[in-house]
């Protein structure tokens, strides 16, 4: 399959099923926005999740917040955003991509901005954080929300959008210690792009050049993915040394330096910025997971997407929908399974086998039949379910905890 046709699958097989649709479509859309539907939405939560979970909730040194998308206007005056975060249009033109509006009424409206980064809101709030929680550094904060940035040419599906999705961290550190900290984060993005199923020959690391680099970084990469269109960047991690903090302590005119109470030393710390965009993540999963093959004589398609990403993991059926005792059955190992996670799907349409093909095309892990064996029809099979294993096809018989248990231990 050719790059142009594997992504005019992964857009199309999006809408049919349910992940990604065009934004505002029956409006004819609207270029650069897109809206997940209930699938996609199941999808990236499970990678927001994954991310909060490594990233923030796992570590002893994280802090979640949840800033305002609207911030003072100063607040991207200081960071350099309004008077350079810009690309430049066709005819040579530097245009600035924030998303501008205005905030109040009448006479007393201001312009103020739709944050391009999530980053801002931390850094503003970084003396809240030392004077509501008192972290002792190394310590950082991290957040997920939307960024809107006006994209001159927005392009590649979910890749270039006008309105997308972030998970970042700003961890702030000792100068000295800024390169074990930088290679910390890097590695835990690498542990990360293999637990969502990355294709590990697909991501590339990039060090980004000096001349290409912001004045103040004395260290960037740029994690690269193969997609369909081309080698792009996927993810960012950057050492930002101390620019942002000095810079908005500078403009507001509010100390922003850290009491280091062992030492008695003040100083504004470093920082080191993991960037991860939600949206080319899931459009990187997609690309990693999709699959065509040949099975019982009939091409199909699938998502060998890893369990605890996979939007549904798992479906329940009855082999006959005409039979009241099977379908009693089925739904009470359906609720057996839903303890152990709560999307766990239904379907007695068609017969078995398209049941299976519409469960691989959007990636869910196993299959679970209840037949008549399951009933007691041979007294040795009485409670016993045929698992059926999305990538390979194959299936086994096995007890209805047991089942369970393989579903946990996937999950984990
Ligand atoms: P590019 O060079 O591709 O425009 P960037 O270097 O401007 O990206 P950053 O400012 O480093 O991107 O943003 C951090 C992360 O946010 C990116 O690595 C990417 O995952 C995500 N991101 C940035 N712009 C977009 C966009 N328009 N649509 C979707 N995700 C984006």
Same mark, same amino acid.
């Given at each position: ?28 859309? @609207? ?12 999808? /990236? ?199 942002? @903090? ?73 082999? @006959? ?16 399974? /839903? ?74």
């Amino acid at each position: 399959m050719d790059d142009q046709h594997l992504m005019e699958k992964i857009v199309s097989l999006c809408k049919r099923r349910g992940f990604v649709f065009p934004g505002s479509e029956i409006y004819g859309g @609207l270029a650069g926005t897109y809206d997940y539907g209930p699938l996609g939405v199941l999808l /990236q939560e499970n990678v927001k999740q994954l991310w909060y979970r490594r990233f923030v909730n796992e570590r002893d040194d994280m802090y979640p917040i949840d800033a305002a998308i609207i911030m003072n206007p100063h607040a991207w005056e200081a960071s350099g955003h309004v008077a350079g975060f810009a690309d430049p249009t066709d005819d040579g033109k530097m245009f600035n991509v924030m998303f501008k509006t205005s905030v109040g009424a009448g006479e007393e409206a201001t312009v103020a901005y739709l944050r391009p980064e999530t980053a801002g809101g931390m850094f503003v709030n970084f003396k809240n954080v030392v004077d509501s929680m008192h972290p002792k550094l190394p310590f950082g904060l991290g957040q997920v929300g939307k960024a809107f940035r006006n994209e001159i040419a927005p392009r590649d599906f979910i890749f270039r959008q006008r309105e997308f999705k972030q998970m970042e961290v700003e961890y702030f550190v000792r100068p000295a210690a800024w390169e074990s900290s930088f290679e910390e984060w890097r590695l835990l993005m690498h542990r990360f792009a293999e637990e969502v199923g990355l294709s590990p020959s697909a991501l590339h690391e990039l060090d980004v050049p000096e001349n290409d680099r912001a004045h103040y970084s004395q260290r960037t990469i740029d994690f690269e993915f193969d997609y369909p269109f081309g080698r792009k960047e996927l993810w960012g991690l950057a050492y930002r040394g101390d620019f942002d @903090l000095s810079a908005h302590a500078k403009a507001s005119q509010v100390d922003l330096s850290y009491l280091d109470e062992e030492t008695g030393e003040r100083f504004i710390p470093h920082v080191i910025e993991p960037s991860l965009g939600v949206d080319r993540t899931v459009l990187a999963i997609l690309a990693s997971a999709y699959r065509e093959d040949d099975m019982g004589g009939e091409t199909r398609t699938y998502l060998a997407l890893a369990p605890k990403i996979a939007p549904i993991k798992a479906m329940v059926s009855p082999l @006959l929908k005409n039979k009241p005792e099977l379908v009693a059955k089925a739904k009470e190992v359906r609720t057996a399974l /839903q303890k152990v996670h709560p999307w766990i799907a239904w379907d007695d349409n068609g017969n078995i086998g398209k049941r299976y093909r519409r469960q691989d095309e959007i990636g869910t892990p196993f299959c679970v039949t209840v037949d008549f064996d399951t009933l007691g029809e041979h007294p040795e099979l009485a409670d016993t379910v045929t698992l059926r294993h999305r990538d390979t096809g194959e299936q086994e018989r096995l007890s209805i905890e047991e089942v369970a248990a393989r579903l946990r231990a996937a999950l984990e």
